[in-house]
């Protein structure tokens, strides 16, 4: 009996691979009267520009101890908080600027980044709608502004803040990689590949450019074409976990499996807790006959995810070929109560009852499958062996003819196309 080997490779791995860049204007107010208030303001920004951000801290703390209401202060504190991630504090300091000056340039938009890290992403918009009411060329507001449009999936929006900052700057670093990434998920393809090529042509080291133009020409079924670009993505970035995860997926797709699993295990060794590169090179290894080896990989992922992809009937099926029936009864058993409606899984389950001579079992899991796909020629060649092996022979001719004119059926549409 052959089992059915379900194949259903899927990818989540775009997050963590496009850089952030938020800006932030490192100013500081310098005083020279001979008060201890600029003393304490001046010494903060020497401490500052030496990145001695918590000496600086305590100046300007000291500065406002001597003046609550000084702008200077308040501002230089909120770059340190920024600095060193206290994006609460960041958040006070800003809001005490406003107060102080709310006209001055940049505040919305230092707020605006201060919402963006702490990923309270409708205020961080507001932020920076409001920075550009007041300057609606202001570079980092657009692009910051379409990182969080992004997020949100607004990709449409998005585009028209991304082509305002090339309209304005058309050398803004990452301006091209973004807009070929809002065209890819539109489904511009073509816009999305004119702008990718520009951003690797700009910039030869952005790897997101790289995965996104090679997934332009899967999605043209063009796999060749998509080998190229991510092996000489490989070349330029042989560290960089996406693009190893990326290259391993498509030699997958063009059933080179020795390749494939060269950069599989490359990515799972940069990052073993991966569950999605682990599942490949464990489909890898099975497709390469590396039975134990694909064993090892599903049940890796099984510790850190009780539910993952088709991964208990993977299980199965490597189970059975190591002629273990009662682990792989068990996986798939487990598969059809997370998916009850795997026909696969039915399937094989049915296939392991009639070899264990339990057929009742495999006569009513072979029901439910022919339920699904009731035209199946090796269900009903199955389930006429069931009847053989009862000794219900008019039921046994019955699936044999079935099976019989299925598979004449098949051969007669095979040759007229």
């Given amino acids: 009996m052959n089992l059915r080997k379900k194949s259903r490779l899927s990818r989540k791995i775009t997050e963590g691979v496009l850089f952030f860049l938020l800006?932030?204007?490192?100013?500081?107010?310098?005083?020279?009267?001979?008060?201890?208030?600029?003393?304490?303001?001046?010494?903060?920004?020497?401490?500052?520009?030496?990145?001695?951000y918590e000496k600086a801290k305590e100046e300007f703390k000291k500065a406002l101890e001597i003046n609550p209401d000084s702008f200077e202060a308040h501002y230089n504190l909120l770059l340190i908080y920024l600095a060193t991630g206290d994006?609460?504090?960041?958040?006070?300091?800003?809001?005490?600027?406003?107060?102080?000056?709310?006209?001055?340039?940049?505040?919305?938009?230092?707020?605006?980044?201060?919402?963006f890290y702490k990923k309270f992403y409708s205020k961080a918009e507001a932020e920076y709608r409001e920075e550009l009411e007041k300057d609606p060329d202001h570079i980092p507001s657009l692009y910051n502004l379409s990182k969080v449009l992004q997020l949100q999936g607004r990709f449409k929006e998005a585009e028209v803040f991304l082509e305002k900052v090339k309209e304005i700057n058309p050398?803004?670093?990452?301006?091209?990689a973004d807009l070929g990434e809002v065209y890819f998920k539109q489904g511009k393809l073509e816009k999305a590949k004119e702008c990718l090529e520009e951003a690797i042509k700009k910039d030869p080291t952005n790897a997101s450019s790289y995965i996104y133009l090679e997934r332009i020409y899967q999605k043209k079924g063009n796999y060749q074409e998509a080998r190229k670009i991510i092996c000489k993505a490989a070349e330029i970035f042989p560290d960089n976990f996406y693009i190893n995860l990326e290259a391993g997926y498509i030699y997958l797709k063009l059933e080179k499996f020795s390749q494939a699993s060269l950069y599989l295990e490359k990515a799972v060794g940069i990052n073993p807790d991966d569950l999605f590169a682990r599942y490949y090179l464990g489909y890898c290894y099975a497709r390469l006959k590396r039975v134990d080896d694909a064993i090892s990989q599903y049940e890796f992922i099984l510790t850190k995810r009780e539910k993952f992809e088709d991964v208990y009937f993977c299980l199965g099926n490597l189970y059975y070929e190591k002629k273990d029936l009662q682990k792989a009864?068990?996986?798939?058993?487990?598969?059809?109560?997370?998916?009850?409606?795997?026909?696969?899984?039915?399937?094989?389950?049915?296939?392991?009852?009639?070899?264990?001579?339990?057929?009742?079992?495999?006569?009513?899991?072979?029901?439910?499958?022919?339920?699904?796909?009731?035209?199946?020629?090796?269900a009903h060649t199955l389930m006429g062996d069931i009847y053989m092996k009862k000794g219900i022979y008019d039921k046994a001719i019955e699936e044999y003819e079935k099976a019989k004119s299925l598979k004449d059926e098949q051969f007669q549409g095979e040759v007229s196309s």
């Fill in 23 to 52: 800006f932030s204007l490192c100013f500081a107010f310098f005083a020279f009267s001979g008060e201890d208030f600029s003393l304490h303001l001046n010494l903060g920004v020497a401490y500052y520009n030496e990145a001695q």
């Fill in 87 to 115: 994006f609460t504090s960041a958040e006070a300091e800003a809001k005490a600027c406003l107060k102080l000056n709310g006209t001055y340039p940049e505040l919305h938009f230092q707020l605006g980044n201060i919402y």
């Fill in 171 to 176: 050398d803004f670093p990452g301006v091209y």
């Fill in 329 to 378: 009864c068990y996986f798939y058993l487990k598969e059809l109560k997370v998916n009850p409606e795997n026909p696969h899984a039915l399937f094989n389950l049915a296939t392991i009852y009639f070899e264990k001579g339990n057929l009742d079992k495999a006569e009513s899991t072979l029901k439910k499958f022919l339920d699904i796909f009731p035209n199946d020629y090796s």
